[in-house]
């Protein structure tokens, strides 16, 4: 494998963008080599600056559930541009958009759109805030929303109830309302609902965890989560950044049965744009300005360009209910693949698999939390990562994050997958 331009490019890039790159994760400090530039990609397939094609299994971390460049979807895009690429003013495409996301999640009576994961999450931290009058919040331990200051935290050493900053840069006051729990743990939430639970605001909560590695929920956890908020009137929030239209039309809290009381969402329904969004109960979000006072604003949200790419792609989903379960099934034979695999050559391993995420943990503890998905050895991640890329197959270049099969993986692109899974040493 030739990658002498992704090389040349790196080193031009460290020299004006930091560690070369736009999102840390893009720098293969993980996996501790050159990332690869990409130049272009179609369907399942992703191609290099040097000419090399691979199987991607990244999917631009979630957005390309069609899989790239999907003609429809481009088609829609091309057409929007010559219509003008921003006004600053209310279309009809936002108001299309936001009713599709209504009609596919109840739950979200009212949705505003915004441009990224981060302004989501934040942005329903600060409405639950407003529209309960309180202060704290609880996260999960190693669930991500975004890097605004007060989500960047990490559990104190001391207990649970202190948490500290996670990342330069955060004033320690500004993480100080941020209480954390553990994923799965009843009674870490409990206790802190115990002592704080007429300061919490909300619990924010990855419904299945995608960005520790894939943790499902265990039986009862966001049942759980859904009672105890209501128990002490705080706002119940699912970030459904991934799984939204991903573990079905309905999201996560569709195929668990369980009503949020808001949301957020992004990368898939930007389909590939930058768009994100949250929404919840009409009470809750007529807190947001201009109806309420919780301020809240964009100069580029709802761009007309994105929610075309938005359109199209839930349009795609919603006349495609078959696509999930193919994924599913794709994903199953990538998990069986990589089991059987661990089985025949005695290596430690873990596959957790949900849908269309999956993650295999080079760990042999069962993965059900943040500790337990830190157990793994990152170094045999990173040597699985370079023999699968060695054959043609890009997958996520650190362990901690998901494999995600798209509805443009082929039969032959996932047998092709098993076949070299199963042919490592
Ligand atoms: C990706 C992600 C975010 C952040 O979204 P950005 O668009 O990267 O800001 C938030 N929450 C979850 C669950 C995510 O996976």
């Known amino acids: 494998m030739k990658i002498e331009k992704s090389e040349k490019l790196f080193a031009q890039s460290k020299q004006v963008i930091p560690g070369g790159v736009n999102s840390p994760v893009r720098a293969f400090q993980a996996v501790g080599r050159t990332p690869l530039f990409i130049k272009s990609a179609a369907g399942s397939h992703i191609t290099d600056v040097d000419g090399n094609t691979y199987i991607d299994y990244v999917c631009s971390w979630g957005p390309g559930i069609l899989g790239h460049a999907h003609p429809q979807v481009i088609e829609a895009v091309q057409r929007a541009c010559a219509d003008g690429l921003t006004f600053g003013a209310p279309t009809e495409k936002e108001y299309i958009l936001a009713e599709m996301i209504r009609e596919a999640m109840p739950s979200m009576d009212k949705v505003r759109l915004v441009n990224s994961g981060t302004e989501a999450t934040m942005s329903a931290i600060r409405t639950a805030r407003g529209y309960t009058g309180r202060d704290d919040i609880i ?5 991500y929303h975004g890097h605004s200051d007060g989500l960047l935290v990490k559990a104190g050493s001391a207990a649970l109830t202190t948490s500290v900053p996670d990342s330069g840069g955060v004033p320690a006051a500004y993480t100080q309302n941020t209480l954390v729990a553990l994923y799965n743990n009843e009674d870490s939430v409990r206790e802190l609902m115990e002592k704080y639970g007429d300061q919490v605001a909300a619990i924010i909560v990855e419904p299945v965890a995608a960005n520790m590695g894939v943790v499902l929920p265990k039986p009862g956890f966001l049942q759980f989560l859904r009672e105890i908020t209501q128990e002490y009137g705080s706002v119940l929030i699912f970030d459904e950044v991934i799984t939204g ?27 590939g744009m930058p768009l994100a969004a949250y929404g919840g109960k009409r009470e809750i979000m ?50 069986a693949a990589f089991r059987d695999w661990a089985d025949k050559k005695h290596k430690k391993l873990q596959v957790n698999q949900i849908g269309s995420l999956l993650c295999a943990f080079h760990t042999d503890m069962p993965v059900v939390d943040y500790d337990s998905a830190t157990s793994s050895d990152t170094k045999a991640y990173a040597e699985y990562f370079w023999y699968m890329l060695e054959k043609g197959i890009y997958t996520a270049p650190a362990q901690y994050e998901a494999m995600f099969v798209s509805a443009a993986h082929t039969k032959q692109d996932i047998e092709e997958t098993c076949k070299i899974i199963l042919e490592r040493q």
């Open 139 to 143: 996260k999960f331990k190693g669930n």
């Open 286 to 335: 007529d807190k947001v300005s201009p109806t309420g006072p919780v301020y809240q604003a964009g100069t580029l949200s709802g761009n007309p360009i994105a929610t075309t790419a938005g359109i199209e792609t839930l349009k795609i989903l919603k006349a495609h209910p078959e696509y999930y379960t193919q994924i599913a099934q794709s994903a199953e034979k990538i998990a």
């Open 245 to 271: 239209f991903r573990l079905g039309f309905g999201g996560a809290q569709e195929m668990f049965g369980i009503k949020p009381d808001m949301t957020t969402l992004g990368k898939i329904i930007g389909g």
